[in-house]
């Protein structure tokens, strides 16, 4: 495994991102590991088949990723990851501040 420290990542990023391709790559802050980069192509390939699937639904859910986005993440067709959330319990129309106004003016349009 190869580490690198906070300041090393600032000061050239792509230098870790071209190790994590070989190997994983520990962050540390201070003498504290902080975080892990992982590859997604080698990384999770090479773990469990679950996993790339499972991340990007946790990231949907987040909100980080579009529905399209973590699709791909997946590497699943778009009807299976849905299906997938589903299995989780994961929504695909998340209820905020927009979502009454949005469809108040749809009911406006299918009323006629």
């Known amino acids: ?25 520990l ?3 201070g003498d504290e590991p902080n975080a892990l ?3 997604l ?15 990007a639904a946790a990231l949907y859910k987040e ?6 986005a973590a699709r791909r993440v997946s590497k699943m067709s778009l009807d299976a990851f849905v299906r997938y959330l589903g299995e989780l319990g994961i929504e695909l129309v998340k209820n905020d501040e927009t ?3 949005e469809t108040t003016e749809l009911d406006s349009w299918l009323v006629r």
């Open 1 to 25: 495994m190869y580490a690198t420290n906070v300041r090393n990542l600032k000061k050239n990023p792509s230098t870790a991102l071209r190790q994590a391709e070989k190997e994983p790559v």
């Open 27 to 29: 962050v540390l802050k």
């Open 37 to 39: 980069i992982l590859h």
């Open 41 to 55: 192509e080698k990384s999770l390939t090479e773990g469990e088949p679950s996993v790339r699937p499972a991340l």
């Open 63 to 68: 909100g980080v990723l579009s529905l399209g």
């Open 99 to 101: 979502l009454a106004g």
